[in-house]
């Protein structure tokens, strides 16, 4: 508990930070709206296309790319902590799980998801 | 066969030869068959004209003449180096003529600009919008009738224009679909997704998208804007808008003197001013008929490299600077203020330097000149090799800007791109080189030029040229001949002249001393002496500062070159010259009605053509790439907009 | 009374590089940015900031802009979501905060008898922590991006969620090397594996035992930051920006965010392979020539002068990092997202797969 104490207050230090910020900045900075300001600044023409619209599925890829290889990267952690203590074993069964990632990374390369045209 | 007997025998009474009094070679061709003479102009012809190099419009309205238009094609052919005009009447009542956007891809941008400014209309046109003006403007500019004083206000309805797209923003934000945004405003090929954003905003399809770049976007420097259908990071379709800087250089050129319009042509590519300047006086040089001493011209040739060699860095060193190497921008910056120093120690400013005259230069070259622009070239070429060891070896840059704006050979042609982009598609077209002028042929110097007409081909170019021209101005240097440097209306040497204005430099005491002595003659009425008086009034150059105001013959001469009425009045004719800018040919198209001002002035500006083929070379790139593009490109809004 | 200055010491000193590294660092950064960038472009830099006539080389630039960024209007356009527009950079700079809490910038203090570790946070899973603070990084740039209702931003929030996520798996699988060879997620416990020497002469620091893993590292480090050649999501002649719609202290959020993760990802670099606060060669001797008397009232002498030099030995290898991502920034042009994404899953991905292959099997055989 007592070492958490240390957590709690960067995380008053984080809070409170931002909220220096931005609460003197609202306080100290004018405030004066007007019609041209207020619209979305697309290099100085109205915006034509309302943004907010979904998004082309490549994006969706990376994420789920990103996802698989994280959870990966964890299993991974706890075996590289222990890797001495339990010795061959741990060596054979990594190799064969990284070997495993090695594939799938192979064939979502083939199959073109890392192509970024 | 010669041009002229192919075509009278292809085309019979179709085609009239017009006589130039400067040795142009002009056609004058029925309006109703002009895409069938164009058509054999560049597929049959021999030799064949594939380049469509300028498509203007002059109005005869003064002249007296019927019809009242004539829109003129220059056309150039790249086999043997040959230009020919072509010029097709149209009446005031039927402004139509036929398009030639079938033809020459180019001629889309050059005919938009003649409906823009004359009102006349193209038949057969895929998109035929205003260009340089904007859509509320009434009237066509560049007609005579339009007179030169009226004012149009920027704003309809006194409200402010950016009022109008403001609101049909809002309207779609609030979800109604309260639009008012005009859908004529962009071209048909955008229409449909134009539509599309317009009717359904939030959700739209996710496959195509539209979004503005510029004009105060931070790379479309020079202000254009751009309208871009995205799909993703890719650009589908662009289109751009351009005339954010029209000043209407070429109705002020029919207002003042032939000599008042050097101070506009500084101002078209204002990087490289000089070339201009050495364009318009070459133009009017070619009217008058009149050849200019050895050494002006080898002080051109100087002046014109310099000029060159400062583009090229200033477009080297934006580009890198807008993928985000900054550093290189300042090494090439410091090399250009090197050279700019020289500029100013030569002409007296920095930019707007308005140093060639009508028949020579403003000044002699500096006592020390040659040694401190050796110096300068050294700098020059450090700075270059830094910018090689920053950029040309760095794997980031040479990848982004390898096969990205690629330009192929027919598009480029089609388009008549001129300059390193034309060059880096690997036609080795240089105006220097295919029309010689000024001492060109007597300097030794290799054009490079490119293969895959990609960005960093480009870049390579003109990073050659540098080097190139470093080496012109070495050898024109070594070879500049002592000898005068202005010649008169007649061709004849003018002597005795310090041409330089020291007063420019801050050396004043040498004015304040010698006071200007009224002749008596001048006061009272004695208007009959006046003609002895003159000295030559058909003097071309302007006298220096300490003859207008240290001689009564200065003043006398400086008064007659600039009193309504006198200046130099080159005989009536029309020619088109032109000289190689740092981005492409720079021509120059004038008409002189045997008055002392212009009756037209057409700049051909190089960015114009290039950046009417621009969408192009985005196509397929992505967001990214059109940074890169456009800084290769150097577009400078100057010479666009005119 | 004495019960609360030994509190108050020893939480001052675990906070004392955060405390440094938020109100010294960071705002000198921008001063270093600019005036490193003049030094390498022959420019004179930022130097007209002046107080009382004094102006120090520019210093008090920092000090202006930070007072110019909070009078500013804080405007927010129309059709933006405004609640997410406040909290996103709130959000940022949160966890950009957040992140010190595990950095070790020394060894063990001893405060009246009691040792004290110097790092706010001592957690034993300290690697894990990092990459969830890392991890929760993307959202303060992929909301205000988002909740701008601005298409250039939205580009930029989607090019920076896609970098930060793709980096972060060749971050975490290049310290998996790390891990191996210290047989620790826990910095402290890090850093001090990496105090012995090797073959007598070389310190056992990252570098030398992870080379392949430093390299990897360190551009993936750097394209976290969103710096050049990474900042394709900012690209100020591209897209402007993710933040393009924020003004004012919302701007100076991102900003100030932008600087603390490149501090942070100048701590961890060290903290992996430069071997953190470590001070080798030195630390010997200074145990040696310095008695362990107490030292004003709650210190020991030899362990006090230890911690400031290892102090000292931390935040000048922070500044020699940070010195390198900044010579690279003002050298190389930027990256197009296609690159980066390439470098990342192509490049970066299998070469730190193989630096794991090639570190078991030599950990395995040597031990």
């Not at chain 2, 009536?572 to 198209?589: D, I, K, Q, R």
């Not at chain 3, 001893?110 to 034993?124: H, K, T």
């Not at chain 3, 100020?236 to 004012?248: M, Q, R």
Request: charge should be negative; hydrophobic fraction near 45%.
């Amino acid at each position: 508990m007592e070492k958490l104490i240390g957590l709690l207050i960067m995380i008053a230090v984080g809070v409170g930070l931002a909220l220096v910020f931005w609460g003197l900045n609202r306080l100290l900075g004018p405030k004066s709206p007007n019609v041209v300001k207020d619209v979305p600044f697309e290099t100085g023409r109205a915006p034509i296309s309302a943004s907010g619209r979904r998004m082309a599925v490549k994006f969706y890829m990376i994420a789920i790319l990103f996802v698989l290889f994280d959870i990966e990267m964890i299993f991974l952690y706890p075996w590289a902590v222990v890797f001495r203590d339990i010795g061959a074993v741990a060596l054979v069964s990594m190799m064969i799980f990284i070997a495993v990632l090695v594939l799938g990374l192979a064939y979502i390369w083939k199959r073109g998801a890392l192509e970024w045209q | 066969m010669l041009m002229k007997d192919q075509l009278l025998e292809q085309f019979g009474d179709a085609v009239q030869v017009e006589e130039s009094a400067v040795g142009d070679e002009v056609y004058v061709v029925d309006r109703t068959r002009i895409t069938e003479v164009c058509q054999f102009m560049r597929d049959q012809a021999e030799p064949n004209f594939s380049i469509l190099m300028d498509l203007t419009a002059v109005d005869y309205l003064k002249l007296n003449h019927k019809p009242r238009f004539a829109v003129i094609y220059h056309l150039f052919s790249l086999s043997n180096n040959q230009r020919v005009r072509i010029k097709a009447y149209v009446p005031e009542n039927d402004p139509i003529i036929a398009s030639v956007t079938h033809l020459w891809a180019g001629a889309n941008w050059y005919e938009r600009e003649v409906w823009d400014m004359f009102g006349i209309k193209f038949k057969g046109h895929p998109d035929l919008r205003r260009i340089l003006m904007y859509d509320e403007f009434k009237g066509h500019p560049l007609r005579k009738d339009y007179p030169f004083s009226k004012r149009q206000p920027l704003v309809r309805n006194d409200k402010p224009y950016i009022d109008k797209e403001i609101d049909a923003y809002l309207h779609r934000v609030s979800g109604s679909n309260g639009t008012q945004k005009t859908i004529e405003n962009v071209p048909l090929s955008m229409q449909e997704a134009m539509k599309k954003a317009l009717s359904d905003s939030g959700s739209q399809s996710e496959t195509s998208f539209l979004m503005n770049m510029g004009p105060s976007h931070p790379a479309m420097h020079g202000v254009i804007h751009l309208l871009l259908e995205l799909d993703g990071e890719y650009v589908k379709n662009t289109d751009i808008g351009i005339g954010y800087l029209h000043r209407a250089f070429e109705k002020e050129s029919e207002v003042g003197k032939w000599s008042h319009v050097f101070p506009y042509t500084d101002r078209l590519n204002y990087v490289s001013p000089l070339i201009n300047n050495v364009a318009y006086a070459m133009a009017v040089e070619r009217l008058l008929g009149i050849d200019i001493t050895e050494r002006a011209k080898y002080i051109r040739v100087i002046m014109s490299e310099i000029s060159r060699i400062c583009d090229h860095l200033t477009c080297v060193a934006a580009s890198g600077m807008e993928l985000g190497a900054m550093t290189v921008f300042l090494y090439l910056i410091q090399a250009r203020e090197e050279l700019w120093s020289l500029v100013e120690e030569i002409t007296g400013a920095r930019l707007t330097v308005s140093y060639i005259r009508i028949g020579g230069v403003k000044g002699d070259l500096t006592a020390g000149f040659a040694d401190r622009c050796r110096a300068a070239l050294k700098e020059t070429r450090k700075q270059v090799g830094e910018c090689h060891k920053l950029l040309t070896r760095n794997r980031i840059f040479v990848d982004r800007v390898t096969g990205t704006g690629v330009v192929s050979k027919e598009d480029a042609l089609s388009y008549g791109f001129t300059g390193p982009v034309l060059r880096s598609t690997g036609i080795n077209y240089d105006v220097r080189k295919a029309n010689p002028y000024l001492v060109y042929d007597q300097l030794d110097f290799d054009v490079p030029y490119g293969e895959n007409g990609d960005n960093f081909d480009r870049y390579l170019c003109r990073l050659e040229e540098i080097e190139q021209s470093c080496r012109i101005i070495e050898q024109a240097l070594e070879k500049i001949p002592k000898g005068e440097l202005n010649v008169d209306y007649e061709g004849k040497i003018l002597t005795g002249h310090q041409m330089a204005d020291s007063g420019k430099f801050g050396k004043t005491k040498e004015l304040l001393k010698s006071q200007a002595l009224t002749d008596p003659t001048l006061s009272g009425n004695s208007a009959n002496n006046r003609l002895n008086i003159f000295p030559d009034n058909k003097r071309v150059v302007l006298p220096a500062k300490e003859q207008t105001y240290g001689s009564i013959e200065g003043v006398m001469n400086h008064f007659m070159l600039i009193m309504d009425g006198y200046g130099i009045q080159p005989p009536p004719g029309e020619t088109y010259v032109s000289n190689e800018g740092a981005n492409g040919e720079l021509g120059f198209f004038v008409v002189s009605s045997g008055e002392d001002h212009a009756y037209r002035v057409r700049c051909r500006p190089p960015c114009f053509a290039l950046m009417s083929g621009f969408h192009k070379m985005l196509q397929g790139d992505q967001v990214a790439d059109i940074i890169a593009s456009f800084g290769t490109i150097n577009m400078i809004a100057g010479e666009l907009d005119r | 009374m004495a019960d609360f200055i030994v509190g108050a010491v020893e939480y001052l000193s675990k906070f004392i590089f955060f405390i440094i590294a938020v109100l010294v660092i960071s705002p000198v950064l921008t001063w270093v940015e600019r005036k490193q960038s003049a030094v390498m472009q022959d420019r004179i830099g930022a130097n007209r900031a002046e107080i009382l006539g004094l102006r120090m080389l520019g210093l008090f630039h920092a000090l202006a802009d930070s007072l110019k960024l909070f009078t500013k209007e804080y405007f927010v356009p129309k059709g933006a979501d405004r609640l997410i527009f406040h909290l996103a950079p709130c959000i940022s700079i949160f966890f950009a905060v957040m992140g010190f809490a595990v950095i070790p910038h020394a060894d063990t203090l001893i405060i009246s008898g009691q040792p004290v570790e110097m790092q706010i946070v001592n957690l034993n899973i300290g690697l894990l922590y990092f990459f969830a603070v890392l991890g929760m990084a993307v959202y303060g740039v992929v909301l205000g991006a988002w909740a701008s209702n601005n298409n250039y931003a939205l580009l930029g929030g989607l090019r920076a969620s896609a970098q930060m996520i793709s980096y972060e798996v060749s971050i975490g699988i290049s310290l998996v090397g790390i891990i191996l060879v210290y047989q620790s997620v826990d910095l402290m416990e890090i850093t001090r594996a990496q105090g012995d020497l090797l073959f007598g002469f070389l310190p056992k620091w990252g570098i030398f035992l992870q080379p392949l893993a430093f390299f990897i590292f360190m551009a993936a480090g750097i394209a976290e930051t969103k710096r050049i050649p990474f900042d394709a999501p900012e690209g100020e002649s591209e897209i402007v920006g993710y933040f393009i719609e924020y003004s004012g202290m919302g701007f100076g959020m991102y900003f100030l965010t932008d600087f603390l993760e490149t501090i942070l990802i100048a701590c961890l670099t060290v903290t992996f392979f430069l071997g953190g606060w470590q001070a080798p060669f030195i630390d010997g001797w200074i145990l040696q020539t310095f008695s362990d008397s107490t030292f004003l009232g709650i210190f020991q002498l030899n362990n006090f002068i230890l911690t400031i030099v290892q102090f000292l030995a931390f935040v000048f290898k922070v500044c020699l990092v940070i010195f390198m991502m900044m010579t690279i920034r003002w050298t190389l042009p930027r990256f197009r997202y296609d690159q980066i994404m390439n470098l990342g899953w192509k490049m970066l991905l299998p070469l730190s797969l193989f630096n794991i292959v090639v570190t078991a099997i030599i950990v395995y055989f040597i031990g």
